[in-house]
């Protein structure tokens, strides 16, 4: 059974930094698409950052945020840096294994973990 979870969450003042990780268990995930996406109340669920073979953000935090994985530990990783008020949101760690290619949409992926709380203070 896939499992992912989820930590490194927690309240960080404007201009600060986090790294949240998301442990998946239940299969080997080194061939599989990880994504991240974040919620904020009363806003849809959004994409973040995805890594295949190559790495993938969102404008909005393009040039701050950096996805990266270790094949070793099963683990997915999203290093935040300059955060602001605005990324303030659940964050979900998602695993695609239907295919190998990368995508925003999160309906194409299969598996999601519990959320991680980040409030970005100002």
């Known amino acids: 059974q896939v499992q992912l979870v989820e930590s490194g969450g927690g309240l960080v003042q404007a201009g600060g930094s986090l790294r949240l990780s998301c442990a998946a268990s239940?299969?080997?995930?080194?061939?599989?698409?990880m994504g991240w996406f974040r919620q904020a109340p009363g806003k849809e669920r959004e994409f973040v950052a995805a890594i295949s073979s190559n790495t993938y953000y969102a404008d909005s935090v393009k040039g701050r945020f950096t996805i990266s994985r270790d094949n070793a530990k099963n683990t997915v990783y999203l290093q935040m840096n300059t955060l602001k008020p605005e990324d303030t949101a659940v964050y979900y760690c998602?695993?695609?294994?239907?295919?190998?290619?990368?995508?925003?949409?999160?309906?194409?992926?299969?598996?999601w973990g519990q959320g991680t709380q980040v409030t970005v203070s100002s």
């Open positions: 998602a695993v695609r294994i239907s295919s190998w290619y990368a995508s925003v949409d999160l309906s194409l992926y299969d598996y």
């Open positions: 239940g299969r080997t995930f080194s061939s599989y698409v």
